[in-house]
């Protein structure tokens, strides 16, 4: 106790320097006096009261909830010192997962209030009450006598569970990619290459805001504009308000530059301005902006940090928390994909310059010229426009669908709840019970559909979110909650309805899908259950696997009715739009396919960073690579960001979820026979079994890339077995 006593209270020399001897000291508690009769942050038993949460509350609230959980950690580390102490899973393991829910509970509550009250909640208030709850959290993975004890648990008790294990082994794991095992010289040694490492990354990141921020070319001529759709327009116009009338500035803002390139029929102009994006943080620029050095520090710097630890490179390290399991795993999948991928990729060129030739185009097509002509050609082939197809997916006909959908596939029912009875901090919000086919309850989520501008988070990557609310712990006797907020044009009047873009149903479809991985878990531990320590590169499975039903003609007719006439869309419409989403799939492919073979070559290759881009980019992509080209120099997801040795990650999803999506395309069964199998697979087990297990047990089989391929309209589907 006394090591808690001595972490709850504030320690002033100051103040006690000319007291005499004789005086007593009252030293208060740094724990705030917040109780939950005041502070509804601290109310963890029941569903959160978010219409009485201010910043000052949330910082309080994790504040005084942070300290009692640390304390709480202290007294499982004695007893896990303690060798007269048994230790068991429960004791240890439990007590912690039991001790932690009301804290990761408020966190997420904070969370979801900084999404969904920006204005109130801003980033850096965010961010202080975030590093506090995240520091009082990890340090029962950094904890010498947890970790010892966790063990001994693993190596010597032959009763714990499949759940139970991939627990203790998540303790361990983490505790010793964090240096727990190395002796206090290396660890020393460690420490200090991690603190280079954050230095290096804070300057990459740095210098390529610096270099984006410089740059911006104003366009004055109305012609090159016209056919500009208003969104691109508002973006770039000096004056919004005139946003027709120009001028108009392109940046390197992402939803100006990709949406600029494919619209401006320029090619002289789209050219400068693809050279000027790809040349940012570069030595084509000035030294002083230059990522270059920053390239291979971090390269350098990660080689050492795993070398450290025992690991041959920082690839090797990086499969220890991967389904891929290997570097070479990852090396066979990309070039299983890039065998079809660069046959399409070939044919896919020579059409589009074909095309580009029929509508006037006499030059050679390259890099820059992709995006317009792929954009043009597509209208052409296939005349889905989205303005007229957002006539045809009305959002609650869209949602209540996709609930529909749900229900058949996965035996559950939804209960929307009445706004009078839920706290909630919009009327726009909707909560809804989950139910299983008996009837009986299983988890709930809010629904956050619509924007306000200025109030919610909306970032240039980001404008939806799948968030966790509460995490299932029969532990602590939680069951799941979790909040989907989107960004969807609101409806004008109460008399119209809001329409959805076909984007928007698939951001729809995609973070429903990870929201139910949450929702339906059936592992009882907070730390392994839902989302929660599954693997990086299987963490978007099921968001993919939702979305993959929009390939699917039945439902697109079943999802789609035009506001007014009631009508679904047509058969040719509804075949040239999944037409659409696979057009150039095949050049698509290799340019993910590109990005995940240079991410891992620069963690397993000692090489310098040109070389190996100079190498690869002769494989996949289709145009020689422009002399000012230098664009690692601005990827911060591979170099300064958690993908580093992960970028693969989204294309190892999407081949995980095509794969399990061509069962049910494949089966002669009742689809909710699969669906039932998925979800006692996919949806329940969560991170309380291995992915390659999880998948094994749906499929019985190890994964793979045909489906991806079929999927992606690279090659053809294979047909369903007869039924009897």
Not at 159 to 167: H, P, Y
Not at 173 to 191: C, D, Q, Y
Not at 194 to 214: N, P
Not at 306 to 333: C, D, H, P, W
Request: hydrophobic residues 35%; contains cysteine; aromatic residues 10%.
């Amino acid at each position: 106790m006394a090591g808690v006593l001595l972490r709850n209270i504030r320690f002033c020399p100051a103040a006690l320097k000319f007291r005499p001897k004789t005086t007593y000291v009252v030293l208060l508690p740094e724990s705030p006096i917040d109780t939950p009769e005041d502070n509804a942050l601290l109310r963890t038993d029941g569903l959160p009261q978010f219409d009485q949460l201010t910043p000052e509350k949330c910082w309080t609230g994790i504040g005084k909830l942070a300290l009692e959980y640390e304390s709480r950690v202290w007294a499982v580390e004695e007893k896990a010192r303690n060798p007269k102490e048994p230790k068991t899973f429960d004791s240890i393991v439990g007590e912690l997962d039991h001790l932690e829910s009301p804290l990761n509970s408020a966190w997420s509550n904070v969370k979801i209030l900084y999404t969904v009250k920006n204005h109130e909640m801003n980033t850096n208030a965010y961010l202080k009450i975030h590093e506090r709850a995240r520091k009082a959290r990890v340090h029962k993975f950094q904890s010498r006598p947890i970790y010892e004890a966790c063990k001994e648990i693993y190596a010597k008790d032959s009763s714990l569970n499949v759940a139970q294990k991939r627990v203790i082994r998540k303790f361990l794991l983490e505790a010793r990619l964090n240096g727990i095992e190395l002796p206090p010289e290396k660890n020393a040694i460690f420490t200090n290459k991690l603190k280079m490492l954050e230095v290096e990354k804070s300057e990459f990141r740095r210098k390529v805001l610096e270099s984006s921020s410089k740059f911006s070319h104003k366009i004055q001529n109305s012609s090159i504009v016209k056919d500009f759709p208003d969104t691109l327009l508002k973006n770039m116009a000096v004056d919004r308000s005139r946003f027709k009338e120009g001028p108009w500035t392109v940046t390197f803002q992402p939803h100006v530059y990709d949406s600029f390139l494919e619209h401006c029929p320029s090619t002289e102009l789209r050219r400068n301005t693809y050279r000027a994006y790809n040349m940012r943080a570069s030595n084509h620029i000035s030294q002083d902006v230059s990522n270059s050095t920053h390239i291979e520090e971090i390269r350098s710097l990660r080689r050492e940090q795993a070398r450290i630890l025992g690991y041959e490179n920082f690839a090797q390290m990086s499969m220890e928390t991967k389904m891929a399991g290997s570097v070479e795993n990852v090396t066979s999948m990309i070039t299983s994909l890039l065998a079809k991928a660069k046959k399409a990729q070939k044919k896919e060129i020579a059409s589009l310059q074909a095309f580009a030739e029929s509508q006037g185009f006499d030059l050679q097509l390259e890099a820059w010229d992709v995006d317009y002509w792929k954009r043009k050609q597509m209208h052409y082939l296939y005349n889905c426009d989205d303005i007229n197809l957002q006539e045809y997916f009305p959002f609650d006909h869209v949602f209540v669908g996709l609930l529909e959908i749900c229900s058949e596939l996965f035996g559950i029912s939804f209960e929307e709840i009445s706004s009078d009875q839920i706290s909630t901090w919009h009327p726009d919000v909707r909560f809804f019970n989950i139910l299983d086919h008996t009837g009986d309850y299983i988890s709930s989520f809010y629904l956050d559909p619509f924007q306000r501008p200025g109030e919610k988070l909306h970032t240039q990557l980001d404008s939806a979110w799948s968030l966790g609310c509460r995490s299932r712990s029969d532990i602590a006797k939680t069951s799941p909650i979790a909040c989907l907020v989107f960004n969807f044009t609101p409806p004008f009047s109460e008399e119209q309805q809001s329409l959805l873009s076909f984007s928007d149903v698939s951001l729809l479809f995609q973070k429903f899908g990870t929201a139910l991985q949450h929702l339906l878990t059936t592992v009882p531990y907070s730390e392994a259950s839902g989302l929660t320590n599954i693997e990086w590169d299987a963490v978007e499975v099921c968001s993919h696997f939702m979305q993959n039903w929009l390939n699917e003609p039945s439902i697109l007719q079943r999802i789609s009715r035009h506001y007014d006439s009631g009508l679904p869309l047509s058969r040719t419409t509804i075949e040239n739009l999944i037409a659409s989403q696979n057009h150039m799939a095949g050049y698509s492919l290799c340019s993910e396919l590109y990005l995940a073979h240079l991410d891992m070559q620069l963690y397993t290759s000692e090489d310098y960073w040109l070389d190996i881009t100079r190498d690869l980019w002769k494989t996949y992509r289709p145009f020689v690579l422009d002399k000012y080209d230098a664009h690692l120099c601005t990827n911060t997801a591979i170099m300064a960001d958690i993908w580093a040795a992960a970028y693969y990650s989204h294309l190892w999803s999407r081949m995980i979820a095509a794969d399990a999506f061509q069962a049910f395309r494949e089966t002669a069964e009742d689809v909710s026979e699969v669906g039932a199998r998925f979800r006692s697979t996919f949806l329940s087990l969560g991170g309380g079994c291995h992915p390659s297990e999880v998948f094994r047990s749906f499929r019985g089989r190890d994964p793979s890339p045909d489906a991806l391929h079929v999927l992606c309209g690279l090659s053809q589907q294979k047909n369903k077995p007869p039924t009897d």
